[in-house]
């Protein structure tokens, strides 16, 4: 357990399996990342994020998916940012526009008041980075995916640390990526917040990727997962976030594994599918 001792605190876990509770919203704005991962731990249980929000139910990475998955009870929401042609955070999966919105074309090309503009479903639009996290301050943890794979976006980290430091929310979010230079940049800058890299497959050396990124979450997908890697990276002093979980498969793997969290695009099923895993 000196894992948890080096990352997250002295505090010892209950059980070390995860037990059935309620998801604690503590509404408190000094809650940091690390105190919900901290806390979480304690529970025997892992944290449930909402991918892009409550997708299942509602437009991706919308104010109104993000409301969704913090009304079902989710410890994180996840959302994905690029940057408009003037430079604004907007929150959108792709580089490009034809996929969830009635725009055309890349995101880059675009300002952010024509972006806005376009509709992201159900009369939705794509919501500012600046909005996304004054809705989670207080309710819920955000990470916040960068997006600077296969287009770069040069300036994006410093843009998105300042706007960070001054919302006040450093410690209330993380940021995670699939281009690991980016990682590494953001520690620089910016020591206090927690990084995460994301990773497809599954690599010879989780720990020593995860490390050499100075980054603090080993971020794959549910499936490149297995109990030597979450013992590694634990080892490591780091913690497993994984990713999408969204049907029984994706769960039993997880109670196998055990990572730390665990993202969803159907928050409202999956959590209450985990839930009932703790218990049984």
Same mark, same amino acid.
């Given at each position: ?7 997250? @605190? &002295? ?12 998801? #604690? ?38 104010? #109104? ?10 410890? $994180? ?25 009635? /725009?055309? /074309? ?16 159900? @009369?939705?639009?794509?919501? $500012? ?7 989670? $301050?207080? +309710? ?6 960068? +997006? ?13 640390? %300042?706007?960070? #430091? ?7 979010? %993380? ?8 990682? +590494? ?14 990773? @497809? ?5 989780? %720990?020593?990727?995860? #490390? ?6 080993? &971020?794959?997908?549910? /499936? ?13 002093? /780091? ?34 599918? $985990?839930?009932?895993?703790?218990? &049984?």
């Amino acid at each position: 357990m000196e894992v948890w001792e080096r990352k997250f @605190g &002295s505090r010892r876990p209950q059980s070390p399996e995860w037990l059935p509770c309620a998801v #604690r919203l503590t509404g408190a704005l000094t809650q940091s990342i690390r105190d919900r991962y901290e806390d979480a731990h304690d529970e025997g249980r892992p944290l449930i994020g909402g991918h892009r929000g409550n997708p299942a139910q509602h437009p991706e990475n919308t104010l #109104r998916s993000f409301s969704s998955a913090i009304a079902a009870g989710c410890d $994180l929401i996840e959302c994905d940012v690029h940057l408009s042609s003037d430079s604004r955070l907007i929150v959108i999966h792709d580089h490009t526009l034809d996929r969830t919105t009635n /725009g055309r /074309g890349l995101v880059r090309d675009h300002t952010a008041a024509e972006l806005r503009r376009f509709d992201a479903g159900q @009369g939705e639009h794509l919501p $500012l980075l600046q909005e996304v996290i004054e809705l989670a $301050l207080g +309710k819920v943890g955000l990470v916040i995916e960068i +997006k600077q794979i296969p287009i770069q976006y040069p300036g994006l980290e410093e843009k998105l640390v %300042a706007m960070l #430091r001054q919302l006040g929310a450093v410690q209330e979010c %993380a940021v995670v990526s699939f281009y690991h230079p980016s990682l +590494k940049i953001l520690r620089a800058m910016e020591p206090k917040l927690q990084l995460g890299l994301l990773e @497809g497959a599954r690599p010879i050396e989780p %720990a020593r990727m995860m #490390r050499e990124a100075g980054a603090d979450v080993y &971020s794959p997908h549910w /499936g490149a997962m297995d109990p030597p890697l979450v013992k590694e990276v634990h080892a490591a002093g /780091g913690a497993v976030a994984v990713w999408p979980v969204d049907d029984e498969t994706a769960v039993a793997w997880c109670r196998l594994c055990k990572p730390d969290s665990i993202f969803t695009n159907r928050p409202v099923e999956i959590g209450a599918a $985990l839930r009932a895993t703790a218990a &049984s």
